[in-house]
Protein backbone atom coordinates (compact mmCIF):
# COMPACT_ATOMS: atom_id res chain seq x y z
CA UNK A 1 0.00 0.00 0.00
CA UNK A 2 2.87 2.45 0.96
CA UNK A 3 4.69 1.80 -2.13
CA UNK A 4 1.78 1.97 -4.24
CA UNK A 5 0.92 5.45 -2.87
CA UNK A 6 4.74 6.29 -3.12
CA UNK A 7 4.77 5.60 -6.93
CA UNK A 8 1.54 8.20 -7.11
CA UNK A 9 3.61 10.72 -5.39
CA UNK A 10 6.05 9.90 -7.67
CA UNK A 11 4.22 10.18 -10.94
CA UNK A 12 2.27 13.71 -9.49
CA UNK A 13 5.88 15.01 -9.33
CA UNK A 14 7.33 13.54 -12.30
CA UNK A 15 4.29 15.09 -14.54
CA UNK A 16 3.20 17.99 -12.61
CA UNK A 17 2.97 20.70 -15.38
CA UNK A 18 0.62 17.82 -17.18
CA UNK A 19 -1.28 17.63 -14.41
CA UNK A 20 -1.50 21.53 -13.57
CA UNK A 21 -2.50 22.08 -17.32
CA UNK A 22 -5.08 19.50 -16.71
CA UNK A 23 -6.91 20.88 -14.02
CA UNK A 24 -6.40 24.58 -15.55
CA UNK A 25 -9.04 22.83 -18.22
CA UNK A 26 -11.10 21.26 -16.10
CA UNK A 27 -11.45 24.42 -14.75
CA UNK A 28 -12.17 26.59 -17.96
CA UNK A 29 -14.76 23.95 -18.76
CA UNK A 30 -16.86 24.32 -15.43
CA UNK A 31 -16.42 27.90 -15.66
CA UNK A 32 -18.48 27.89 -19.40
CA UNK A 33 -20.77 25.56 -17.89
CA UNK A 34 -21.35 27.98 -14.95
CA UNK A 35 -21.50 30.53 -17.12
CA UNK A 36 -23.86 29.07 -19.56
CA UNK A 37 -25.93 27.65 -16.54
CA UNK A 38 -26.50 31.11 -15.18
CA UNK A 39 -27.02 32.99 -18.06
CA UNK A 40 -30.05 30.21 -19.11
CA UNK A 41 -31.26 30.71 -15.36
CA UNK A 42 -31.53 34.66 -15.77
CA UNK A 43 -32.37 35.36 -19.06
CA UNK A 44 -34.70 32.53 -20.01
CA UNK A 45 -37.95 33.62 -18.24
CA UNK A 46 -37.40 37.28 -20.19
CA UNK A 47 -37.40 35.91 -23.87
CA UNK A 48 -40.28 33.44 -22.63
CA UNK A 49 -42.18 36.65 -21.50
CA UNK A 50 -40.88 38.82 -24.47
CA UNK A 51 -42.21 36.20 -26.65
CA UNK A 52 -46.11 36.06 -24.95
CA UNK A 53 -45.55 39.73 -25.13
CA UNK A 54 -45.04 40.18 -29.13
CA UNK A 55 -47.75 37.14 -29.86
CA UNK A 56 -50.41 38.75 -27.64
CA UNK A 57 -49.51 41.98 -29.90
CA UNK A 58 -49.63 40.53 -33.17
CA UNK A 59 -52.64 38.89 -32.78
CA UNK A 60 -54.41 42.48 -31.27
CA UNK A 61 -53.14 43.84 -34.54
CA UNK A 62 -54.82 40.84 -36.73
CA UNK A 63 -58.21 41.29 -34.77
CA UNK A 64 -58.18 45.24 -35.04
CA UNK A 65 -57.48 44.80 -38.99
CA UNK A 66 -58.87 42.24 -40.38
CA UNK A 67 -58.15 43.75 -44.06
CA UNK A 68 -54.59 42.13 -43.39
CA UNK A 69 -53.77 38.58 -43.59
CA UNK A 70 -51.47 36.82 -41.37
CA UNK A 71 -49.62 35.56 -44.66
CA UNK A 72 -48.67 39.38 -45.06
CA UNK A 73 -47.94 40.59 -42.25
CA UNK A 74 -45.54 37.64 -41.60
CA UNK A 75 -43.91 38.63 -44.94
CA UNK A 76 -43.72 42.61 -43.51
CA UNK A 77 -42.16 41.61 -40.40
CA UNK A 78 -39.37 39.26 -42.14
CA UNK A 79 -38.63 41.98 -44.44
CA UNK A 80 -38.78 44.81 -41.81
CA UNK A 81 -36.64 42.32 -39.81
CA UNK A 82 -33.81 41.58 -42.39
CA UNK A 83 -33.61 44.99 -43.44
CA UNK A 84 -33.00 45.79 -39.48
CA UNK A 85 -29.89 43.28 -39.64
CA UNK A 86 -27.96 45.46 -42.39
CA UNK A 87 -28.48 48.87 -40.10
CA UNK A 88 -31.61 49.96 -42.01
CA UNK A 89 -34.49 49.92 -39.70
CA UNK A 90 -38.13 51.56 -40.83
CA UNK A 91 -39.29 52.74 -37.95
CA UNK A 92 -40.48 56.42 -38.94
CA UNK A 93 -38.46 58.14 -35.29
CA UNK A 94 -35.05 56.34 -36.16
CA UNK A 95 -32.32 58.43 -37.26
CA UNK A 96 -32.11 59.32 -40.61
CA UNK A 97 -28.45 58.95 -40.62
CA UNK A 98 -26.75 57.08 -43.24
CA UNK A 99 -24.62 54.22 -42.37
CA UNK A 100 -22.24 54.46 -45.16
CA UNK A 101 -20.91 57.83 -45.34
CA UNK A 102 -17.62 58.26 -44.84
CA UNK A 103 -17.49 58.87 -40.99
CA UNK A 104 -19.75 55.70 -40.44
CA UNK A 105 -17.73 53.89 -43.11
CA UNK A 106 -14.17 54.54 -40.28
CA UNK A 107 -16.40 53.49 -37.51
CA UNK A 108 -16.95 50.00 -39.27
CA UNK A 109 -13.48 49.94 -40.21
CA UNK A 110 -12.08 50.28 -36.99
CA UNK A 111 -14.97 47.82 -35.39
CA UNK A 112 -14.07 45.49 -38.06
CA UNK A 113 -9.99 45.75 -37.67
CA UNK A 114 -10.40 45.42 -33.95
CA UNK A 115 -12.62 42.99 -34.16
CA UNK A 116 -14.91 44.51 -32.16
CA UNK A 117 -17.68 43.79 -34.89
CA UNK A 118 -20.99 45.27 -33.61
CA UNK A 119 -22.81 43.38 -36.02
CA UNK A 120 -25.54 46.62 -36.69
CA UNK A 121 -23.92 47.75 -40.28
CA UNK A 122 -22.85 45.11 -42.62
CA UNK A 123 -21.82 45.25 -46.05
CA UNK A 124 -25.32 44.94 -48.29
CA UNK A 125 -23.48 44.10 -51.58
CA UNK A 126 -21.42 41.44 -53.02
CA UNK A 127 -18.47 43.21 -53.98
CA UNK A 128 -18.62 45.02 -50.45
CA UNK A 129 -18.53 41.61 -48.57
CA UNK A 130 -15.62 39.77 -50.76
CA UNK A 131 -13.91 43.25 -50.43
CA UNK A 132 -14.32 43.36 -46.50
CA UNK A 133 -12.40 39.17 -46.36
CA UNK A 134 -9.83 41.00 -48.31
CA UNK A 135 -9.26 43.82 -46.59
CA UNK A 136 -10.14 42.54 -42.88
CA UNK A 137 -7.49 39.53 -43.87
CA UNK A 138 -4.77 42.33 -44.42
CA UNK A 139 -6.17 44.35 -42.17
CA UNK A 140 -6.29 42.53 -38.41
CA UNK A 141 -2.05 41.38 -38.58
CA UNK A 142 -1.30 44.73 -39.45
CA UNK A 143 -3.73 46.34 -36.60
CA UNK A 144 -2.26 43.61 -33.95
CA UNK A 145 1.18 44.74 -34.83
CA UNK A 146 0.24 48.30 -34.67
CA UNK A 147 -1.27 48.03 -31.18
CA UNK A 148 1.41 45.91 -30.00
CA UNK A 149 3.80 48.41 -30.81
CA UNK A 150 1.63 51.21 -29.53
CA UNK A 151 1.80 48.93 -26.39
CA UNK A 152 5.38 48.19 -25.61
CA UNK A 153 6.36 51.55 -26.44
CA UNK A 154 3.76 53.07 -23.38
CA UNK A 155 4.67 50.26 -21.31
CA UNK A 156 8.01 51.76 -20.80
CA UNK A 157 6.54 55.25 -19.95
CA UNK A 158 3.93 53.62 -17.87
CA UNK A 159 4.99 50.63 -15.93
CA UNK A 160 8.93 49.55 -16.94
CA UNK A 161 10.76 52.92 -15.96
CA UNK A 162 8.41 53.94 -13.10
CA UNK A 163 8.61 50.13 -11.42
CA UNK A 164 12.47 50.51 -12.08
CA UNK A 165 12.58 53.84 -10.63
CA UNK A 166 11.02 53.64 -7.06
CA UNK A 167 12.72 49.89 -7.11
CA UNK A 168 16.11 51.97 -7.45
CA UNK A 169 15.33 54.72 -5.51
CA UNK A 170 13.66 53.45 -2.34
CA UNK A 171 14.87 49.83 -2.28
CA UNK A 172 11.52 48.39 -1.78
CA UNK A 173 10.63 45.14 -3.44
CA UNK A 174 10.09 45.03 -7.10
CA UNK A 175 7.52 42.33 -7.44
CA UNK A 176 5.69 43.88 -4.43
CA UNK A 177 5.42 47.47 -5.68
CA UNK A 178 5.04 46.03 -9.61
CA UNK A 179 1.70 44.82 -8.07
CA UNK A 180 0.81 47.77 -6.21
CA UNK A 181 1.48 49.58 -9.65
CA UNK A 182 -0.82 46.92 -11.20
CA UNK A 183 -3.43 47.64 -8.99
CA UNK A 184 -3.33 51.64 -9.03
CA UNK A 185 -3.12 51.31 -12.86
CA UNK A 186 -5.89 49.36 -13.24
CA UNK A 187 -8.16 50.94 -10.98
CA UNK A 188 -7.05 54.70 -12.93
CA UNK A 189 -7.71 52.91 -16.11
CA UNK A 190 -11.52 51.90 -14.93
CA UNK A 191 -12.14 55.43 -13.82
CA UNK A 192 -11.06 57.21 -16.83
CA UNK A 193 -12.02 54.64 -19.84
CA UNK A 194 -15.50 53.49 -18.01
CA UNK A 195 -16.87 55.59 -15.29
CA UNK A 196 -16.52 58.66 -16.40
CA UNK A 197 -17.40 57.73 -20.44
CA UNK A 198 -20.49 55.84 -18.92
CA UNK A 199 -21.40 59.36 -17.65
CA UNK A 200 -21.08 61.08 -20.65
CA UNK A 201 -23.40 58.28 -22.41
CA UNK A 202 -25.88 59.01 -20.18
CA UNK A 203 -26.10 62.69 -20.51
CA UNK A 204 -25.82 62.35 -24.38
CA UNK A 205 -27.55 58.82 -25.02
CA UNK A 206 -31.21 59.78 -23.73
CA UNK A 207 -32.74 55.94 -23.62
CA UNK A 208 -29.84 54.68 -21.58
CA UNK A 209 -29.39 54.46 -18.23
CA UNK A 210 -25.87 54.25 -16.35
CA UNK A 211 -25.63 50.28 -16.00
CA UNK A 212 -26.10 50.33 -20.18
CA UNK A 213 -24.02 53.16 -20.28
CA UNK A 214 -21.29 50.93 -18.76
CA UNK A 215 -22.42 47.94 -20.11
CA UNK A 216 -21.87 49.30 -24.02
CA UNK A 217 -18.36 51.15 -22.71
CA UNK A 218 -16.68 47.44 -21.32
CA UNK A 219 -18.06 45.28 -24.00
CA UNK A 220 -16.80 47.80 -26.19
CA UNK A 221 -13.42 48.08 -25.08
CA UNK A 222 -13.07 44.30 -24.53
CA UNK A 223 -13.75 43.78 -27.99
CA UNK A 224 -16.70 41.75 -27.76
CA UNK A 225 -18.83 44.07 -29.36
CA UNK A 226 -22.65 42.46 -29.30
CA UNK A 227 -23.94 45.04 -30.93
CA UNK A 228 -27.33 45.45 -28.67
CA UNK A 229 -26.05 49.04 -27.50
CA UNK A 230 -24.67 51.23 -30.55
CA UNK A 231 -24.42 55.34 -29.38
CA UNK A 232 -26.21 57.28 -31.81
CA UNK A 233 -28.67 55.16 -33.55
CA UNK A 234 -31.68 56.42 -32.02
CA UNK A 235 -30.97 60.57 -32.24
CA UNK A 236 -33.33 62.95 -33.59
CA UNK A 237 -31.72 66.02 -34.90
CA UNK A 238 -32.53 68.13 -32.27
CA UNK A 239 -31.09 66.10 -29.42
CA UNK A 240 -27.80 65.49 -31.65
CA UNK A 241 -27.17 68.07 -34.07
CA UNK A 242 -23.47 66.65 -35.07
CA UNK A 243 -24.03 63.33 -35.42
CA UNK A 244 -20.84 63.04 -37.61
CA UNK A 245 -18.87 64.36 -34.58
CA UNK A 246 -19.85 62.61 -32.01
CA UNK A 247 -19.05 59.26 -34.10
CA UNK A 248 -15.72 60.31 -34.47
CA UNK A 249 -14.88 60.63 -31.37
CA UNK A 250 -16.61 57.71 -30.38
CA UNK A 251 -14.07 55.76 -33.07
CA UNK A 252 -11.30 57.81 -31.29
CA UNK A 253 -12.35 56.52 -27.89
CA UNK A 254 -12.48 52.91 -28.56
CA UNK A 255 -9.18 52.87 -30.20
CA UNK A 256 -7.46 54.51 -27.60
CA UNK A 257 -9.38 52.66 -25.03
CA UNK A 258 -8.84 49.83 -26.73
CA UNK A 259 -4.29 50.64 -26.65
CA UNK A 260 -5.42 51.52 -22.82
CA UNK A 261 -6.32 48.33 -21.95
CA UNK A 262 -4.07 46.43 -23.37
CA UNK A 263 -1.81 48.21 -21.69
CA UNK A 264 -3.09 47.32 -18.18
CA UNK A 265 -3.01 43.60 -19.49
CA UNK A 266 0.35 43.77 -20.41
CA UNK A 267 1.43 45.60 -17.02
CA UNK A 268 -0.46 42.35 -15.12
CA UNK A 269 0.88 39.68 -17.27
CA UNK A 270 4.39 41.10 -16.57
CA UNK A 271 4.06 40.37 -12.88
CA UNK A 272 6.83 38.24 -11.29
CA UNK A 273 3.81 36.54 -9.77
CA UNK A 274 2.10 36.12 -13.10
CA UNK A 275 5.42 35.15 -14.88
CA UNK A 276 5.21 32.31 -11.83
CA UNK A 277 2.13 31.41 -12.15
CA UNK A 278 2.46 30.68 -15.95
CA UNK A 279 5.14 28.32 -15.35
CA UNK A 280 3.34 26.18 -13.70
CA UNK A 281 1.56 25.16 -16.48
CA UNK A 282 4.44 24.76 -19.42
CA UNK A 283 5.36 21.36 -20.51
CA UNK A 284 8.71 19.88 -19.04
CA UNK A 285 10.34 20.26 -22.44
CA UNK A 286 9.07 23.99 -23.15
CA UNK A 287 10.19 24.49 -19.46
CA UNK A 288 13.74 23.68 -20.05
CA UNK A 289 14.01 25.37 -23.41
CA UNK A 290 12.60 28.31 -21.57
CA UNK A 291 15.64 29.00 -19.62
CA UNK A 292 15.50 32.51 -20.14
CA UNK A 293 11.96 33.32 -18.85
CA UNK A 294 13.08 31.05 -15.98
CA UNK A 295 16.17 32.92 -15.14
CA UNK A 296 14.58 36.21 -15.50
CA UNK A 297 11.94 34.51 -12.93
CA UNK A 298 14.45 33.52 -10.54
CA UNK A 299 16.93 36.71 -10.88
CA UNK A 300 14.04 38.71 -9.78
CA UNK A 301 12.87 36.96 -6.71
CA UNK A 302 16.74 36.70 -5.77
CA UNK A 303 16.64 40.63 -6.40
CA UNK A 304 13.83 41.35 -4.04
CA UNK A 305 15.56 39.29 -1.46
CA UNK A 306 18.83 41.20 -1.79
CA UNK A 307 16.71 44.16 -1.57
CA UNK A 308 15.13 43.12 1.50
CA UNK A 309 18.22 42.15 3.08
CA UNK A 310 19.84 45.32 2.12
CA UNK A 311 17.52 47.30 3.78
CA UNK A 312 18.53 45.54 7.21
CA UNK A 313 22.37 45.76 6.53
CA UNK A 314 23.00 49.36 5.13
CA UNK A 315 22.33 50.68 8.89
CA UNK A 316 25.66 49.08 10.22
CA UNK A 317 27.94 49.56 7.07
CA UNK A 318 30.79 52.41 6.71
CA UNK A 319 29.34 55.23 4.23
CA UNK A 320 32.03 56.62 2.39
CA UNK A 321 31.54 60.67 1.99
CA UNK A 322 30.83 62.43 -0.99
CA UNK A 323 33.12 64.79 -2.55
CA UNK A 324 31.04 67.93 -1.48
CA UNK A 325 31.62 66.41 2.15
CA UNK A 326 35.38 65.91 1.67
CA UNK A 327 35.52 69.50 0.24
CA UNK A 328 33.80 70.81 3.53
CA UNK A 329 35.75 68.93 5.69
CA UNK A 330 39.17 69.92 4.34
CA UNK A 331 37.91 73.77 4.64
CA UNK A 332 37.06 73.40 8.01
CA UNK A 333 40.03 71.68 8.60
CA UNK A 334 42.56 73.16 6.53
CA UNK A 335 44.30 74.74 9.32
CA UNK A 336 44.79 71.86 11.68
CA UNK A 337 45.76 69.31 9.69
CA UNK A 338 46.35 67.88 6.43
CA UNK A 339 43.92 66.17 3.64
CA UNK A 340 42.25 63.17 5.13
CA UNK A 341 41.78 60.69 2.66
CA UNK A 342 37.84 58.82 1.77
CA UNK A 343 39.13 55.78 3.92
CA UNK A 344 39.78 57.51 7.19
CA UNK A 345 35.80 58.64 7.63
CA UNK A 346 33.36 56.52 9.02
CA UNK A 347 29.80 57.81 8.18
CA UNK A 348 30.65 61.02 7.17
CA UNK A 349 32.83 61.67 10.30
CA UNK A 350 36.44 61.63 10.88
CA UNK A 351 38.04 57.93 12.59
Known amino acids: MTRGWGCCVH ?11 ALLVVGYVLYLVIGA ?33 DARLEELLARALEANNYGVSVLGNATTTRN ?33 IFYSTLGIPVTLLFLSV ?19 RWAVSRSRFAAIHATFLAV ?13 FLSVEKDWNFLEALYFCFISLTTIGLGDYVPGETHSKENNPHPQLYRLAIT ?9 VLVVLET ?21 LDSETANIIDQDHTI ?48
Open 188 to 200: VMTILLLIIPAWI
Open 100 to 132: WDFVSSLFFTSTVLTTTGYGHTVPLSDEGKAFC
Open 252 to 260: AYLLVGLVC
Open 37 to 69: GVFSAIELPYEQELRRELRAAREEFLSNNTCVS
Open 150 to 168: MVQRIMVLVTRSPVSYFHR
Open 268 to 288: CCELPQMKRLRHRFYEEKVRD
Open 11 to 21: FAERHQSALNF
Open 304 to 351: DQLSETTDHVTDHQPVIPSVSEQAASMSKGAKSGPYMAASAFVNGKPR
